[in-house]
Nanobody, 124 residues
Framework: QVQLVESGGGLVQAGGSLRLSCAAS????????MGWFRQAPGKEREFVGA????????YYPDSMKGRFAISRDNAKNTVYLQMNSLKPEDTAIYYC?????????????????WGQGTQVTVSS
């Protein structure tokens, strides 16, 4: 069982930056690949990016490349999402998720555990 708690969301002006954190419970964090997703009101959940269990590999959809970066600190059981040059359309609830195993995963149904989400609001 893994519990995930996101933090770091808030209100930011367009062009600003935020770093989200996702703290995981348990002593098996290094066996989980991690992902970030977001969901805006009235829209489907969207894949933001993923990182392998050892942090060596990351994957982003084309729409997220260049502005978003995922990292992890396995000693702290924490994964991060650095978001730069934020736009109003980035406004959403951001979720982290954990998937047991190697590699990275882009589909929400592949993930085993989810956090409760943190709200990010970008004002114009």
């Amino acid at each position: 069982q893994v519990q995930l708690v996101e933090s770091g969301g808030g209100l930011v002006q367009a062009g600003g930056s935020l770093r989200l954190s996702c703290a995981a419970s348990g002593r098996t964090f290094t066996t989980y690949a991690m992902g970030w997703f977001r969901q805006a009101p009235g829209k489907e959940r969207e894949f933001v990016g993923a990182i392998s269990k050892n942090g060596a590999n990351t994957y982003y959809p084309d729409s997220m490349k260049g502005r978003f970066a995922i990292s992890r600190d396995n000693a702290k059981n924490t994964v991060y999402l650095q978001m730069n040059s934020l736009k109003p359309e980035d406004t959403a609830i951001y979720y982290c998720a954990a998937k047991y195993g190697s590699g990275w995963f882009i589909r929400s149904y592949e993930y085993d555990y989810w956090g409760q989400g943190t709200q990010v609001t970008v004002s114009s």
